[in-house]
């Protein structure tokens, strides 16, 4: 059997699922930051390189996971449409973040070197 290994295997990467789906991961905390930066669905797609329909699903899909929406949308118009994080996107989004760093900092020294 052939070992796989990724340029970053030494890296843990941190999923957090709710039933099957994954409710928040490496790229999704990042399309979170995005959107908070850029204020748009489809500019943090730009951004990320993604199709709008991918990273509208993946909004939805952690807007479905958690108790209230991580992120808000208003639909485009005359006067523009835009996104923003929520207070639980925000809260969500620093306690991942803090979540990775701990186990970075826990595992990392552990894990073998590719």
């Not at 995005?34 to 329909?53: F, L, Q, W």
């Not at 209230?68 to 996104?83: D, F, I, T, W």
């Amino acid at each position: 059997m052939k070992k796989q290994t990724s340029p970053r295997s030494s890296t843990p990467r941190v999923r957090i699922l709710a039933g099957s789906a994954i409710a928040i991961g490496p790229g999704k905390a990042d399309l979170l930051e995005a959107i908070a930066e850029t204020g748009s669905i489809s500019a943090a797609a730009r951004r990320m390189r993604m199709s709008y329909r991918r990273a509208w699903l993946l909004v939805r899909t952690m807007n479905d996971c958690f108790s209230s929406p991580l992120v808000e949308a208003e639909k485009g118009g005359a006067a523009g449409g835009g996104a923003r994080l929520t207070p639980t996107g925000r809260k969500v989004l620093a306690k991942y973040r803090e979540t990775v760093r701990l186990v970075t900092e826990q595992f990392e020294p552990l894990l073998r070197r590719s």
